[in-house]
């Protein structure tokens, strides 16, 4: 994950360490969990990251000592952060989508009936539509949307026919692009 003023990076894998980079690639801190690193996420306003493993997630800024440490219902698989970096959704195997504020503090938890291997926010407003919309893909394959408020954003869900792994928009966000298995 890339800080967004490309000045820092972080790794995390299964030694269940995550490193913080500088983009000259020396290495500057280290912490862990206390399981495999699931997913990382830098926060697109600050210089705040998410780690995330199968029993908590992990909030560090530059600025403090100590990395605030949350449990979590089940493993987190994916985490992406709202564009004005004040949430962050984190999906789990669960099947569950826990949003999160920048404290860790959860405001809307959302219940899918099969893990949530993919999530991503809705980058800009689309045609004055300034609704910050999350895009789910569950191994139930499906793709929904979901609102911050935690209700739908549209009617139902999508039908796939595969399995998502990974969500991009492109184009400002007039485009979705769905990587996936039907193995």
Same mark, same amino acid.
């Given at each position: 994950? +890339?800080?967004? #003023?490309?000045?820092?990076?972080? *790794?995390?894998?299964?030694?269940?360490?995550?490193?913080?980079?500088?983009?000259? =690639? #020396?290495?500057?801190?280290? +912490?862990?969990?206390?399981?495999?690193?699931?997913?990382? $996420?830098?926060?697109?306003?600050?210089?705040?990251?998410?780690? $995330?493993?199968?029993?908590?997630?992990?909030?560090?800024?530059?600025?403090?000592?100590?990395?605030?440490?949350?449990?979590?219902?089940?493993?987190?698989?994916?985490?992406?952060?709202?564009n004005n970096g004040?949430?962050? $959704?984190?999906?789990?195997?669960?099947?569950?989508?826990?949003?999160?504020?920048?404290?860790? $503090?959860?405001?809307?938890?959302?219940?899918?009936s099969s893990p949530?291997?993919?999530?991503?926010?809705?980058?800009?407003?689309?045609?004055?539509?300034?609704? #910050?919309?999350?895009?789910?893909?569950?191994?139930?394959q499906t793709l929904?949307?979901?609102?911050?408020?935690? *209700?739908?954003?549209?009617?139902?869900?999508?039908?796939?026919?595969?399995?998502? =792994?990974?969500?991009? +928009?492109?184009?400002?966000?007039?485009?979705?692009?769905?990587?996936?298995?039907?193995?």
């Open positions: 994950a +890339y800080s967004r #003023d490309g000045q820092r990076f972080a *790794s995390g894998g299964a030694d269940k360490t995550i490193i913080i980079w500088t983009s000259k =690639c #020396d290495g500057i801190l280290k +912490y862990s969990h206390n399981d495999t690193i699931q997913c990382l $996420a830098y926060n697109p306003i600050t210089t705040q990251l998410a780690s $995330a493993t199968e029993s908590d997630f992990g909030l560090w800024l530059p600025e403090q000592k100590s990395v605030s440490k949350h449990k979590v219902t089940g493993k987190v698989l994916c985490c992406d952060w709202t004040q949430y962050l $959704a984190l999906g789990q195997y669960n099947g569950h989508v826990s949003i999160r504020d920048k404290h860790g $503090a959860e405001k809307v938890r959302i219940e899918r949530i291997w993919t999530i991503k926010w809705r980058p800009s407003s689309i045609n004055g539509d300034n609704a #910050d919309v999350l895009a789910v893909g569950c191994w139930d929904s949307f979901w609102q911050l408020s935690g *209700s739908r954003y549209g009617v139902k869900d999508v039908v796939l026919g595969y399995d998502p =792994c990974s969500i991009s +928009y492109f184009d400002g966000g007039e485009y979705l692009l769905i990587g996936g298995s039907n193995r």
